[in-house]
């Protein structure tokens, strides 16, 4: 059955996963008129969406039932096969040819399964993570990373409008979430880049603003100097991604690349040091906070 079409403000939106990015997403297309069902763990977490207008749902599959298109943004790949699997699930929910989009980062391989469920069911399955972080969710301009079927793509794309900028269809289930690796893998050695920069800056007596202005456009230049080394050096520590979810990304990628059979020992040595951080205590705050952890281990030289 073809995925039912999303171009109108009469499409219904269901929300899953109400988060520091998931309350802007949904936000933009309740601003544009679509009328949103959303559900939370923590029904306080969604009540913003709430006021506004949005109904209320016990579970995900309620949501689900109501809905003509179900956003999903939830933190682990653990949390994403309960809201998709369990009794309550949104797969018990679906409706032949209403679409699932899954907008967590999560594992290729459980994409597909998602996909292929949805499709027993006459439904569609979209695994859309994406990039930007909490800036980019309120900002609607986020990056997005789409797979599954190029016509489930097409019906959704002018809600992905409303959330994001760059929006691209990256081949069948299961390639948005590997694209999403592609884009964790450069920010982890972009980080570790930028925090490793300044911390060197503030040890050799320069002022780290001028430093920042100097290189920050350049060849150096990258979101992640333009958006966190501020915040670092404010000592803003704030998630707008959390380091244990950047971990768990982490994690993600170094699996699918044993799978795959190759090495990123780059990845690796990332991956160790933020798990340092989150050992040091900043599990939950923002993957900047990797230089609290460089900052630590530079003293004990």
């Known amino acids: 059955m073809n995925p039912t079409p999303t171009g109108t403000t009469s499409t219904r939106i269901g929300w899953i996963g109400t988060g520091v990015m998931g309350l802007s997403m949904c936000g933009h297309l ?68 209403t679409i699932a989009v899954d907008m967590t980062t999560t594992s290729p391989s459980l994409a597909v399964e998602i996909f292929q469920s949805a499709g027993a069911r006459g439904a569609h399955a979209l695994d859309a993570p994406v990039s930007g972080g909490d800036v980019g969710a309120k900002n609607a301009a986020l990056s997005i990373m789409v797979g599954g079927e190029a016509e489930a793509f097409a019906a959704v794309r002018p809600l992905f409008e409303r959330m994001g900028r760059i929006i691209l269809h990256q081949g069948p289930a299961g390639a948005g979430q590997h694209t999403k690796m592609c884009n964790q893998i450069v920010i ?28 920050s456009k350049g060849a150096a230049g990258c979101w992640s100097l333009d958006n966190l080394a501020p915040r670092i050096l404010k000592g803003d520590f704030a998630p707008g991604f959390m380091i244990e979810h950047f971990i768990k990304d982490m994690d993600i990628a170094l699996e699918e690349s044993r799978r795959m059979g ?24 923002g993957t900047q906070a990797l230089f609290l952890a460089l900052e630590k281990l530079a003293a004990r030289a």
């Open 188 to 215: 982890a050695g972009s980080m570790i880049g930028v925090c490793e920069s300044l911390l060197y800056a503030t040890r050799a007596g320069l002022d780290p603003q001028a430093v920042l202005a100097a290189i």
């Open 262 to 285: 190759i090495t990123l020992p780059g990845l690796a040595l990332v991956e160790g040091l933020y798990a340092e951080a989150a050992r040091a205590g900043h599990g939950k705050s």
């Open 30 to 97: 309740m601003a544009a008129g679509h009328p949103a069902t959303v559900f939370n763990r923590t029904e306080a977490k969604a009540r913003p969406l709430l006021d506004k207008g949005a109904a209320w749902a016990e579970s995900p599959r309620a949501v689900a039932e109501a809905s003509d298109v179900v956003f999903t943004i939830v933190g682990y790949p653990d949390d994403v096969r309960r809201v998709y699997f369990e009794a309550n699930g949104v797969l018990a929910g679906l409706k032949p040819g």
